[in-house]
């Protein structure tokens, strides 16, 4: 099938794997972050770690939206839905995200409004057809989700529904990356660059990733070939002493962005000035609110929330694991107490996030089955 079979070709992955090993350099160890949660689950799904010399290293990153949303926000959420005249939507994966209060199903199951959607559209539609609610969209997810949220408020507002608003906790991706950069826990020799942040952005935004961390990026596609083909990138560049930011994902990423969908963006969203992630902390101007002329459309401001700070459960290690100073099968209770049907952490919930990729794939310990066409290979053994 064309677009599929041509990036999944077992040949060509064999063909990428010896050049990755050709490149290694003897006595030297790799890590480099995948920081799309899209590309962690690629890597589980196809073994793509078993392709690669045991020297080169493949760490998640924070690059989950549901993963790093704190659970105060959940709570604060959930203080919406229980007024009586709220129909509170969200994304399925966001149903079952633990809040200090219990998740979405908890507060619907106590008799609070609120419904799966698959957009902000649909949301739109509910509260066109209940125009004696307010239906309020839980807003989540980085700049790849922010242009629909703002073009269904540019909608609601074109349409004068007033009863149409919106919970914001759409994050950035850059101050998420920096913060990993400025992070003493880790050591990083490059980034696979976000594929799906990137049709939004760009490529451009990273360029101080290269210039003034010296770490190499390459935004990647989310087909086994593009992971492979970014790695091999990304060790030739270190093997050439280069540092610069690549774009493998060309098919589908501009180098400098999608132009309509940032003008959607800034025209409704601003940076807060300060925002929450789980395992990262406070992270100023990482996260994005709606703009003053459309407070009418803003949750927040229409509603009184609690803005608590809730600490993560004790057992739970999701802040590590996002920060990749941790895998997901280091975690106390992984793979007993939480798993994606009784989940302790956002990391087991989300269909991006590390922990599920991990439980779904079955990665439970460091052990790695090498692929028996590559064991034969001298060359991707060593």
């Known amino acids: 099938m064309r677009f599929v079979d041509e990036f999944r070709d077992p040949e060509a992955a064999r063909h990428l794997a010896r050049s990755i090993a050709e490149l ?17 689950h690629t890597i589980y799904k196809h073994g793509l770690e078993d392709h690669l010399p045991e020297t080169v290293r493949l760490v998640h990153g924070p690059g989950c939206p549901v993963c790093v949303l704190p659970m105060g926000r959940v709570d604060d959420a959930i203080a919406i839905a229980e007024h009586d005249d709220v129909i509170m939507t969200a994304f399925g994966d966001m149903m079952r ?3 200090g209060r219990g998740s979405f199903f908890d507060a619907k199951a106590a008799g609070a409004d609120i419904r799966m959607v698959y957009s902000p559209l649909d949301a739109l539609k509910i509260a066109r057809n209940h125009p004696d609610k307010r239906v309020v969209f839980m807003a989540i997810g980085f700049e790849t989700t922010a242009p629909s949220t703002a073009m269904t408020v540019l909608r609601a507002q074109a349409e ?5 608003a919106v919970f914001a906790n759409h994050v950035t991706i850059i101050p998420a990356i920096k913060a990993i950069l400025d992070s003493p826990d880790l050591r990083l020799d490059g980034f696979l660059g976000p594929g799906h942040v ?3 952005i760009g490529c451009r935004p990273y360029a101080f990733i290269a210039r003034d961390h010296g770490k190499p ?6 087909e086994p070939l593009d992971i492979l083909q970014s790695v091999h990138w990304l ?5 050439e002493g280069r540092c610069e930011v690549e774009n ?7 180098w400098d962005g999608n132009r309509r969908a940032l003008e959607a963006i800034g025209r409704v969203m601003e940076l807060r000035p300060w925002f929450e992630w789980r395992g990262l902390g406070f992270i100023s101007h990482s996260a994005m609110q709606l703009r003053e002329e459309f407070a009418a459309f803003d949750a927040e401001r229409l509603y009184d929330v609690p803005g608590v700070r809730v600490a993560d459960p004790k057992a739970c290690q999701c802040g590590e694991v996002l ?4 895998e997901p099968w280091e975690c106390k209770v992984f793979g007993t107490a939480c798993t994606p049907e009784t989940p302790i952490g956002t990391c087991m919930v989300s269909s991006e996030g590390a922990c599920a990729a991990y439980y779904n794939f079955g990665r439970f310990s460091r052990s790695r089955v090498r692929e028996a066409t590559l064991l034969a290979d001298p060359v991707v053994r060593r």
Do not use: D, I, W
């Open 24 to 40: 290694c350099e003897p006595g030297r160890r790799y890590a480099f972050m995948e920081v799309c949660g899209g590309h962690t």
């Open 97 to 99: 995200v633990p809040g």
């Open 160 to 164: 004068g529904l007033e009863n149409f």
């Open 198 to 200: 990137s049709t939004v």
């Open 217 to 222: 990026l390459v935004t990647s596609g989310f």
């Open 235 to 239: 060790m030739r560049q270190l093997a």
């Open 248 to 254: 493998q994902y060309t098919r589908v990423v501009p």
């Open 323 to 326: 920060k990749g100073v941790l």
